[in-house]
Nanobody, 115 residues
């Protein structure tokens, strides 16, 4: 079982930065793929970034070059550094463990980018 708790969301002006954190419980963290997803009002949830247990990353085209995903296996934590934020990045951001078909999701944290 894995439990996930996100933090770090908030309101920021366009061009600003935020750093999201996800604290995970469970002894399988270091061996599992972790990811950040987001869901904007009226839209489907979409992948933002993932990171494998070995540190290989993949990003949605819309965030490449602006967002960076990282993980600290010793702290059971995964992070999302978001720079050059745009109004279209406004969404609820969710931490995920195990891929989008897994049942392990955080409660979500709101990110709002004002223009």
């Amino acid at each position: 079982q894995v439990q996930l708790v996100e933090s770090g969301g908030g309101l920021v002006q366009a061009g600003g930065s935020l750093r999201l954190s996800c604290a995970a419980s469970g002894n399988i963290f270091s061996s599992i793929v972790m990811g950040w997803y987001r869901q904007a009002p009226g839209k489907q949830r979409e992948l933002v970034a993932i990171i494998t247990s070995g540190g290989v990353t993949n990003y949605a085209d819309s965030v490449k070059g602006r967002f960076t995903i990282s993980r600290n296996n010793a702290k059971n934590a995964v992070y999302l550094q978001m720079n050059s934020l745009k109004p279209e990045d406004t969404a609820v951001y969710y931490c995920n463990a195990g891929g989008d078909i897994s049942p392990f999701w955080g409660q979500g944290t709101q990110v709002t980018v004002s223009s």
